[in-house]
Nanobody
Framework: QVQLVESGGGSVQAGGSLRLSCAASRYTSCMAWFRQVPGKEREGVAAIIYGGGVISYYADSVKGRFTISRDNAKNTVYLQMNSLKPEDTAMYYC???????????????????WGQGTQVTVSS
């Protein structure tokens, strides 16, 4: 079992930045961030795998603005969000699984472990 604890959400104006953190109780191969707004499906934002080297994945909507990183010594994954837009407003969830992220990294049902979520609100 893995416990995930997110932090770092909040409210910011468009163009601003936020940094989310997710601390895991142990190492997992693939760690990811998802987001969800009411009435919509949970969507993958970014994922990262560390297995000798680091590979990261991003949704097209956040490429060039968001950066995912991880500190394996702390079992922590970060999401640096820059140039935030109102459409980035959502509940953000940390997720993890014990195998590779792979081409379907954004498929939520493949993840075994989830955090409680942290709200990000971007005002125009």
């Amino acid at each position: 079992q893995v416990q995930l604890v997110e932090s770092g959400g909040g409210s910011v104006q468009a163009g601003g930045s936020l940094r989310l953190s997710c601390a895991a109780s142990r190492y997992t191969s693939c760690m990811a961030w998802f987001r969800q707004v009411p009435g919509k499906e949970r969507e993958g934002v970014a994922a990262i795998i560390y297995g000798g080297g680091v590979i990261s994945y991003y949704a097209d909507s956040v490429k060039g603005r968001f950066t995912i990183s991880r500190d394996n010594a702390k079992n922590t994954v970060y999401l640096q969000m820059n140039s935030l837009k109102p459409e980035d407003t959502a509940m953000y969830y940390c997720a993890a699984k014990d195998f590779a992220c792979g081409g379907n990294w954004g498929r939520s049902r493949d993840y075994n472990y989830w955090g409680q979520g942290t709200q990000v609100t971007v005002s125009s």
